[in-house]
């Protein structure tokens, strides 16, 4: 379920209309609905607490599916945690009001400086993911005379998902350490001076829909924590990763509810019972993904004889999941459609210079104007977070709803942004 729907003729958001947002902070520009967020994470939480012994439940969310602070600072005051991978996302996170405790920091490649940085800020965990790092560390740690928690990221040889780029736990991904060598690197962390190894962890993909793949690696881990506990080792730690998937495809007044999220705390409870571990949790999609939109504006219609092109003022270095994922984004107009206004099949296209640029192709909608405004749905998961400034374009306008009020948290960047921080080779200045 979300918090955009028409009134009186056009698309709100919350209890903002659409059209005030375009006309006061200009287009392209995302926008989040503050109540969605807080539902998916509620319901979310809740869930999970229901599939642990009391108190058990840790859920950090996966920020980098959007590190927007007004989206941070909502996730931070519900009590959330944060999933993070760069020093990046663990200073954002810390800056949004995250506590330290609450963070963990997960990833296939950190570097000396980005570990010093965590361990310093007495983050909750680290999740390792290579022999070499475990090392790197257990030094780093004991430089500071510090000994920090972590847990290895394991992979389950298990991969699912939406597409093939966003598989993680399949043995040919780059992700974690081999099955088989837990046990080795559990007995070699036991002597190391800087780390405290609590547990495993794993996230085998994103945008999973069933429950089935997920069951089949937990089931694994419940046995490698048996089989770590019965060589002597302390395995009090299970973070179980995100990856559950949205509907993408919604029918205009459709409420998914919480059925998939209930069958997998179900199943998450059926097979971590008895345990005795915490169990953490890394959602990123699954909370902010049906909470945002991108709004464009139409520029310019290119008719052809066997297709008509409708070219907005977004692209694919503002919403890259078209060209990157073949990602399919609902298009809504912001002024709703009449009955019986006449459809065309457009192909909705970006101003960047490769074909590549490309929201969908043969896409029926209402017969649409140049000016006229429409809105890419599901578009609060890896949006913004993953836009660039690819041809000069400046970074997209964000924008946070709640109730009747809205503000930009994060303003559209400026051409002296953009441009100021090039320097000249002292040769050519
Ligand atoms: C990306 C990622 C997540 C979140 O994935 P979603 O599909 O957005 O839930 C969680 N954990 C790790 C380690 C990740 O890399």
């Given at each position: 379920?979300?918090?955009?729907?028409?009134?009186?003729?056009?698309?709100?958001?919350?209890?903002?209309?659409?059209?005030?947002?375009?006309?006061?902070?200009?287009?392209?520009?995302?926008?989040?609905?503050?109540?969605?967020?807080?539902?998916?994470?509620?319901?979310?939480?809740?869930?999970?607490?229901?599939?642990?012994?009391?108190?058990?439940?840790?859920?950090?969310?996966?920020?980098?599916?959007?590190?927007?602070?007004?989206?941070?600072?909502?996730?931070?005051?519900?009590?959330?945690?944060?999933?993070?991978?760069?020093?990046?996302?663990?200073?954002?996170?810390?800056?949004?009001?995250?506590?330290?405790?609450?963070?963990?920091?997960?990833?296939?490649?950190?570097?000396?400086?980005?570990l010093r940085f965590a361990v310093q800020a007495g983050i909750y965990q680290v999740n390792i993911e290579t022999e070499g790092e475990l090392d790197l560390l257990?030094?780093?740690?004991?430089?500071?005379?510090?000994?920090?928690?972590?847990?290895?990221?394991?992979?389950?040889?298990?991969?699912?998902?939406?597409?093939?780029?966003?598989?993680?736990?399949?043995?040919?991904?780059?992700?974690?350490?081999?099955?088989?060598?837990?046990?080795?690197?559990?007995?070699?962390?036991?002597?190391?001076?800087?780390?405290?190894?609590?547990?495993?962890?794993?996230?085998?993909?994103?945008?999973?829909?069933?429950?089935?793949?997920?069951?089949?690696?937990?089931?694994?881990?419940?046995?490698?924590?048996?089989?770590?506990?019965?060589?002597?080792?302390?395995?009090?730690?299970?973070?179980?990763?995100?990856?559950?998937?949205?509907?993408?495809?919604?029918?205009?007044?459709?409420?998914?509810?919480?059925?998939?999220?209930?069958?997998?705390?179900?199943?998450?409870?059926?097979?971590?019972?008895?345990?005795?571990?915490?169990?953490?949790?890394?959602?990123?999609?699954?909370?902010?993904?049906?909470?945002?939109?991108?709004?464009?504006?139409?520029?310019?219609?290119?008719?052809?004889?066997?297709?008509?092109?409708?070219?907005?003022?977004?692209?694919?270095?503002?919403?890259?999941?078209?060209?990157?994922?073949?990602?399919?984004?609902?298009?809504?107009?912001?002024?709703?459609?009449?009955?019986?206004?006449?459809?065309?099949?457009?192909?909705?296209?970006?101003?960047?210079?490769?074909?590549?640029?490309?929201?969908?192709?043969?896409?029926?909608?209402?017969?649409?104007?140049?000016?006229?405004?429409?809105?890419?749905?599901?578009?609060?998961?890896?949006?913004?977070?993953?836009?660039?400034?690819?041809?000069?374009?400046?970074?997209?306008?964000?924008?946070?709803?709640?109730?009747?009020?809205?503000?930009?948290?994060?303003?559209?960047?400026?051409?002296?942004?953009?441009?100021?921080?090039?320097?000249?080779?002292?040769?050519?200045?």
């Amino acid at each position: 379920m979300h918090h955009f729907s028409y009134r009186d003729g056009a698309l709100f958001a919350e209890d903002v209309d659409l059209r005030r947002i375009a006309d006061e902070v200009g287009t392209p520009v995302y926008v989040y609905s503050s109540a969605t967020i807080e539902r998916h994470y509620r319901l979310y939480a809740e869930a999970m607490q229901s599939a642990a012994p009391a108190g058990k439940a840790h859920v950090f969310y996966a920020m980098k599916a959007n590190g927007n602070l007004g989206v941070l600072k909502t996730l931070a005051a519900l009590g959330a945690g944060a999933d993070t991978v760069s020093e990046g996302e663990i200073r954002k996170a810390l800056a949004a009001g995250f506590p330290a405790d609450k963070i963990v920091f997960s990833g296939v490649g950190k570097s000396e400086s980005e570990l010093r940085f965590a361990v310093q800020a007495g983050i909750y965990q680290v999740n390792i993911e290579t022999e070499g790092e475990l090392d790197l560390l257990s030094t780093v740690a004991n430089q500071l005379g510090k000994r920090q928690e972590a847990v290895f990221r394991v992979n389950p040889d298990i991969g699912a998902g939406g597409h093939a780029k966003i598989t993680t736990g399949s043995s040919e991904n780059k992700f974690g350490v081999s099955f088989e060598e837990v046990g080795r690197l559990y007995g070699r962390a036991a002597n190391l001076p800087g780390v405290r190894m609590m547990g495993l962890a794993l996230h085998i993909g994103s945008q999973i829909r069933e429950t089935e793949s997920f069951e089949a690696a937990y089931a694994k881990m419940a046995v490698l924590v048996a089989d770590l506990r019965a060589e002597g080792h302390r395995v009090e730690r299970l973070d179980l990763g995100g990856g559950l998937g949205i509907p993408y495809n919604i029918p205009k007044a459709f409420d998914h509810g919480p059925d998939l999220i209930e069958a997998y705390a179900a199943m998450v409870k059926r097979v971590t019972d008895g345990l005795d571990v915490e169990l953490g949790f890394e959602p990123g999609r699954l909370i902010v993904g049906n909470a945002g939109i991108l709004m464009t504006r139409v520029l310019h219609l290119n008719p052809r004889p066997t297709k008509q092109f409708l070219v907005v003022d977004a692209a694919m270095n503002d919403l890259v999941r078209p060209a990157m994922y073949e990602a399919y984004h609902e298009i809504w107009p912001v002024l709703e459609p009449q009955a019986g206004t006449p459809e065309i099949a457009y192909d909705v296209v970006g101003p960047i210079c490769e074909s590549g640029d490309t929201f969908t192709s043969g896409r029926a909608l209402p017969a649409l104007e140049p000016g006229d405004l429409i809105a890419f749905m599901t578009a609060g998961a890896y949006g913004a977070s993953m836009a660039s400034t690819y041809n000069q374009r400046l970074l997209v306008a964000e924008v946070l709803v709640k109730g009747g009020d809205y503000a930009v948290t994060r303003p559209r960047q400026s051409y002296e942004d953009l441009l100021g921080t090039d320097r000249a080779p002292p040769w050519l200045a």
